[in-house]
C-alpha cells in the first residue's frame, strides 16, 4: 500500500517509458489492447507531443515517487466534426490494480477533459471476461451505448467490444455564479 495518496498529474517526457512498460505488459499478456506489438519509445514522445497539441490530457497516477498508471483523452476520431469528443485509455502497473487508482485516474482525466473543452468522452473496452474497467466507467457516469461483436482476435480468439459514453460538462466560466 501507498504511505501517501496517489498524486494525480500531467504526465512528462521522463515518465513514457515507464508508461511504455505498462502498457507493454497488457499488449503482450492480455487482449484488454488489440494491439500486437508494444509500441517503442519514439511512439510514446510522438503520443505525448500530439496530445500537448491538440490540448488533451496526459496523466499518470505518482504513488510514492512512481508512476504507478496512466491516463489519455485522445481524439475520437481524425474528422473536425469530433474535435469535441474524445476517447479515454486508462492503464495500470499490474500491481497496482484493485486500489482505486483506475477511479482517480478516470476522475481525473474527465476533469482536465472539461477543462480543455471536451464535451464527451468515449470508452471502448474490450469484452474480456474481466469487468473491472467497465465497473471504473460505469461508476464515474459512463453509460453503455453500444457493443461490436467479434471486431477483435487476439491470442486465438475473438473479442467483442463495450461503447461507453459519457458528457462532459464545461466548467463554470470564471466569475459566474454556480447554481
Given at each position: ?27 503482450r499478456n ?82 482536465a477533459c ?66
Open positions: 500500500m501507498p504511505s501517501r495518496p496517489a498524486l494525480i498529474r500531467p504526465t512528462t517526457a521522463a515518465d513514457l517509458g515507464v508508461i511504455a512498460e505498462i502498457f507493454a505488459y497488457y499488449v492480455t487482449v484488454i489492447t488489440f494491439e500486437q506489438n508494444p509500441p517503442g519509445a519514439r511512439a510514446w514522445l510522438e503520443l505525448h507531443g500530439r496530445l500537448c497539441e491538440l490540448n488533451l490530457p496526459f496523466l499518470v497516477a505518482d504513488v510514492d515517487g512512481t508512476v504507478a498508471g496512466y491516463a489519455y483523452a485522445g481524439p475520437w476520431r481524425p474528422k473536425p466534426a469530433y474535435r469535441f469528443t474524445a476517447e479515454d485509455s486508462v492503464y495500470l502497473a499490474p500491481e497496482r490494480r484493485g486500489m482505486g487508482l483506475g477511479r482517480l485516474l478516470l476522475q481525473g482525466l474527465l476533469e472539461a477543462a480543455s473543452g471536451v464535451r464527451q468522452v468515449l470508452a471502448v473496452i474490450a469484452d474480456a471476461g474481466e469487468p473491472a474497467s467497465i465497473a471504473v466507467h460505469r461508476g464515474c457516469g459512463f453509460a453503455e451505448v453500444g457493443r461490436l461483436a467479434e471486431v477483435g482476435y487476439k491470442h486465438g480468439r475473438w473479442i467483442d467490444t463495450v461503447i461507453l459514453q459519457r458528457p462532459v460538462p464545461l466548467p463554470p466560466a470564471p466569475g459566474s455564479a454556480s447554481v
